[in-house]
């Protein structure tokens, strides 16, 4: 790998397919069961509150099972931030805490995080790992009807976009891992990092949406590509 003096990645729901957690638009994806409308908006938690609740989570139960682990992907990743000493972010789509648990450090969670929840009364975010219920008293204010999850719904603005931006105009890499390329802003992230003079690189199981506007390109699962990209 040449030598780089600041890397952006960023990670979507592929670099954790191959970990056991279900990815959004593949033919057995988490959008085939349900309606993004319904589950992944607010309106559609205001409509349905325990729909959503429920959708939520069985996802948390899931990642907490004992069979769900980090892969060679995720791992890759940490021992490079480990080594790399010039500026590193990881930014991921993805609301699992599989990064950390394969050692990451500095993680940026763009769209929030299955494993933490959210009172609109008092505003506090918490670590939550039970199911949540609409009677759910908050841990901070004690009321109840106030919490849901801590993620990024369609039509939400993401999190921490002012540091992603400020990474992306500075990095000389962008390597964007296991995305499809079709959720914003974080599908334009490459192109922000490209015009900014970035080499772009697309690590993914097949060509994304702008697959061919990268620069550079490996295809192939992620447990594979991301440990020989980051050796
Ligand atoms: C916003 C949390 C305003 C929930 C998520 C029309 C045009 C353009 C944009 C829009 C539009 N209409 C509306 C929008 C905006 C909208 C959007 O982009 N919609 C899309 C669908 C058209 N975006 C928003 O609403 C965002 N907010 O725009 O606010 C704003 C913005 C900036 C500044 C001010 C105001 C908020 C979006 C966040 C929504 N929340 N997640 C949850 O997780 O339940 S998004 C959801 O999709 C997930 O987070 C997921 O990570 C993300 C992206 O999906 P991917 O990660 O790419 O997953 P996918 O299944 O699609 O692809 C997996 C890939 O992995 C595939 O390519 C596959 O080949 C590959 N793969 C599979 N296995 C492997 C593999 N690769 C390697 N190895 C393997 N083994």
């Known amino acids: 790998m040449p030598s780089y003096q ?3 990645v960023l990670t979507g729901a592929g670099i954790s397919a191959e970990s056991g957690i279900r990815t959004f638009r593949a033919s057995d994806g988490l959008w085939e069961e349900h309606r993004i409308e319904d589950v992944a908006t607010p309106d559609g938690f205001r409509r349905n509150p325990t729909l959503v609740h429920d959708f939520y989570n069985a996802r948390r139960q899931k990642l907490l099972s004992p069979e769900i682990t980090y892969n060679a992907a995720h791992k890759a990743l940490a021992a490079f931030e480990q080594r790399f000493s010039g500026q ?3 930014v991921t789509q993805n609301i699992d805490d599989l990064h950390e648990r394969a050692g990451s450090q500095q993680v940026v969670h763009m769209h929030g995080e299955l494993l933490k929840s959210r009172c609109e009364g008092c505003g506090e975010i918490f670590s939550y790992l039970e199911d949540l219920q609409m009677t759910t008293p908050c841990p901070c204010c004690q009321l109840s009807g106030h ?7 369609f039509n939400e603005i993401p999190l921490a976009l002012d540091a992603i931006y400020s990474a992306l105009t500075s990095c000389d890499l962008f390597v964007a891992i296991g995305t499809s390329g079709n959720v914003y802003p974080a599908a334009g992230f490459f192109q922000e990092a490209s015009h900014h003079g970035a080499h772009t690189v697309e690590l993914n199981l097949e060509p994304s949406v702008s697959g061919s ?9 992620a ?3 991301v440990p020989r990209f980051f050796a």
């Open 88 to 90: 590193y972010l990881l």
């Open 213 to 221: 506007l990268f620069k550079e390109q490996h295809y192939g699962p």
């Open 6 to 8: 600041s890397v952006v």
């Open 223 to 225: 447990s594979e590509v």
């Open 147 to 153: 919490l849901r999850p801590h993620i990024v719904w």
